[in-house]
């Protein structure tokens, strides 16, 4: 006997809604012999000609589910984690972030907020209640170089007030390499990490245990370095590329990989980080075609309880070679779709309890 479905580490999201409707149901598959009698969590299954099946209720608390096989005697169990949520959330996620750091620096601002990126942030928010999350470099080269450490913390006050729908993460120590950790051992991503969120302890006050890895590659190692630092959850793009091979994924196996596309979230046996991933990345796509991948994403898994829509910092820059003006219209288009169709802002700790991790 063998349990096909659900797999280790499976993430199953819930909401009031999913528990009203009773679409808090998981299926279970287990592949044993015809003529044997099978059951899951003293549940009776069927056979389809292929597997026996059954459909198991989910409520709010993490449970295991144990396949039997009456006729040997034989078990196998998986446990499940559940993550609750009143209302579905989306968040708005911002990677490669450095420039308005260097900025605000430079100008010695009374408020962080005269800063034009985070000005255009904040109208966001104000306009639609939009949460952001922030992933941010250690150093850049450009506009004369810049390290965190050149910013003040005077403003720590300013950024503890916004924390309810803006923080900041860890992403890489700079842009280039890219591909950074691909091969990384477990000191590299932990020192690096920690050379961040040292600064981000020191300017802004709160580190979020969340980040999506530059370029969302590493190691089982590099990822057991993040969780060292406290990070609990890491975002993918979780793509395939133009050879139909997975990308951006940490590694995911294919099972893995549809695990995090259909449930929003899994939990790594190995390594037990949360791993999730991004529904769009909004620079690749004008204020129109927003909502058109939106809703091709939503076709594809749908009735998912969480979403993130991701931009990269640099497109916002009129000297960027890939500048976009309509940067902020895109943002504005992916919240717009997210709240159209029944999604609250949040943020990922709205969703996990990270003292459970």
Same mark, same amino acid.
């Given at each position: 006997?063998?349990?096909?479905?659900?797999?280790?580490? =499976? &993430?199953?999201?819930?909401?009031d809604?999913?528990?009203?409707?009773k679409r808090?149901?998981?299926?279970?598959?287990?592949?044993?012999?015809a003529?044997?009698?099978?059951?899951?969590?003293?549940?009776?299954?069927?056979?389809?000609?292929?597997?026996?099946?059954?459909? &198991?209720?989910?409520?709010?608390?993490?449970?295991?589910?144990?396949?039997?096989?009456?006729?040997?005697?034989?078990?196998?169990s998986?446990?499940?984690?559940?993550?609750? =949520?009143e209302?579905?959330?989306?968040r708005?996620?911002v990677?490669?972030?450095?420039?308005?750091?260097?900025?605000?620096a430079? $100008?010695?601002?009374?408020?962080?907020f005269e800063n034009?990126?985070?000005?255009?942030?904040k109208?966001?928010?104000l306009?639609?209640?939009?949460?952001?999350h922030? $992933?941010?470099?250690?150093?850049c080269?450009?506009?004369?170089?810049f390290?965190?450490?050149?910013?003040?913390?005077?403003y720590?006050?300013?950024?503890?007030?916004?924390?309810d729908?803006?923080?900041l993460?860890?992403?890489?120590?700079?842009d280039?390499?890219?591909y950074?950790?691909l091969?990384?051992d477990?000191?590299?991503?932990?020192?690096?990490?920690?050379?961040?969120?040292?600064?981000?302890?020191?300017f802004?006050?709160?580190?979020s245990?969340v980040?999506?890895?530059h370029?969302?590659?590493?190691?089982?190692?590099?990822?057991?370095?993040?969780?060292?630092?406290?990070?609990?959850? /890491?975002?993918?793009?979780?793509?395939?590329?133009?050879?139909?091979?997975?990308?951006?994924?940490y590694?995911?196996t294919?099972?893995?990989?549809?695990?995090?596309r259909?449930?929003?979230?899994?939990?790594?046996?190995?390594?037990?980080?949360?791993?999730f991933?991004c529904?769009?990345? /909004?620079?690749?796509?004008?204020?129109?075609?927003?909502? &058109?991948?939106?809703?091709r994403?939503?076709?594809?898994?749908?009735?998912?309880?969480?979403?993130?829509?991701?931009?990269?910092?640099?497109y916002?820059?009129?000297?960027y070679?890939?500048?976009?003006?309509?940067?902020?219209?895109?943002?504005?288009?992916?919240i717009?779709w997210?709240?159209?169709?029944?999604?609250?802002?949040g943020?990922?700790r709205?969703?996990?309890?990270?003292?459970?991790?």
């Amino acid at each position: 006997m063998k349990m096909i479905s659900p797999i280790k580490g =499976t &993430v199953v999201c819930l909401t009031d809604e999913k528990l009203q409707k009773k679409r808090n149901l998981i299926k279970c598959i287990i592949s044993a012999p015809a003529d044997h009698v099978i059951s899951v969590n003293d549940q009776p299954c069927s056979f389809d000609g292929n597997f026996w099946t059954t459909e &198991v209720e989910l409520g709010k608390e993490d449970v295991a589910l144990t396949a039997t096989d009456h006729s040997t005697n034989e078990s196998e169990s998986v446990d499940i984690t559940i993550f609750y =949520t009143e209302n579905k959330l989306f968040r708005v996620s911002v990677d490669d972030g450095i420039w308005f750091l260097q900025d605000i620096a430079r $100008n010695n601002y009374d408020s962080i907020f005269e800063n034009p990126y985070l000005a255009m942030l904040k109208r966001l928010h104000l306009k639609y209640r939009a949460k952001f999350h922030v $992933n941010i470099y250690y150093t850049c080269p450009e506009h004369g170089g810049f390290f965190l450490t050149e910013l003040s913390d005077r403003y720590k006050d300013q950024w503890l007030e916004a924390l309810d729908w803006l923080v900041l993460s860890f992403h890489a120590r700079a842009d280039i390499p890219g591909y950074p950790y691909l091969n990384s051992d477990r000191e590299t991503t932990r020192s690096h990490c920690l050379e961040v969120y040292d600064q981000i302890d020191r300017f802004a006050g709160y580190r979020s245990p969340v980040t999506t890895l530059h370029y969302a590659e590493t190691t089982k190692e590099g990822v057991k370095g993040l969780y060292d630092c406290g990070i609990r959850a /890491l975002l993918g793009d979780y793509s395939y590329n133009r050879k139909g091979e997975r990308q951006l994924c940490y590694g995911a196996t294919e099972e893995e990989f549809l695990s995090v596309r259909r449930n929003c979230f899994y939990r790594d046996p190995e390594t037990n980080m949360i791993m999730f991933c991004c529904d769009a990345v /909004l620079n690749c796509f004008s204020p129109d075609e927003v909502s &058109v991948e939106m809703e091709r994403f939503d076709s594809l898994y749908p009735d998912r309880s969480f979403i993130d829509i991701l931009i990269h910092e640099q497109y916002f820059y009129n000297d960027y070679k890939h500048y976009l003006p309509d940067y902020e219209e895109r943002i504005a288009s992916g919240i717009r779709w997210c709240l159209e169709h029944g999604y609250k802002p949040g943020l990922v700790r709205d969703i996990i309890d990270f003292s459970k991790l």
